[in-house]
């Protein structure tokens, strides 16, 4: 119940109720992941990128294969410009699943920032074989 109020505030942009919603969700539950997921989405989408890396961390240690806390996690590494961080982390993410649309164009952004341009734009027209409307994936092959 709190889970589903908290994604209604999320898409509300109200982002502190959600967070309270969420955490509110894990104290009953803490074990379960999809409120977990979620309080790191929120604190992704408030840029508070230490408390989603810290999040994503504890899902993982929980469930080493989450898919969503693995991108949630590379993409804090990303946003504070840890990009060895980030890489390792999609490494992993991708090995597991190499079908992950977001998390070859993140690698590509990556790889973008390491001046590794054919790298980079592999992992970009990778994820546009599964998004093939991805904006944002289109810009960022365009700069490469």
Partial sequence: ???TEGKQMADKKQYA?????????LVLCPKREEAAVELTRAYVDTRRFADAERSARGI????PASEPAQFLLAYSYFMRQ???????TLQRLLAQ????????KLMGLTLFFYREDPMAERELLTA???M???V?????????
């Fill in 1 to 3: 119940m709190r889970t």
């Fill in 17 to 25: 109720r959600a967070i309270d919603l969420f955490r509110a969700a």
């Fill in 60 to 63: 993982l240690d929980r469930n």
């Fill in 82 to 88: 840890r990009f060895q961080q980030a890489g390792q």
């Fill in 97 to 104: 699943n190499d079908k992950n649309a977001e998390a070859h």
């Fill in 128 to 130: 546009l074989r599964y």
């Fill in 132 to 134: 093939p409307n991805d």
């Fill in 136 to 144: 944002e994936a289109l810009y960022y092959l365009g700069r490469i």
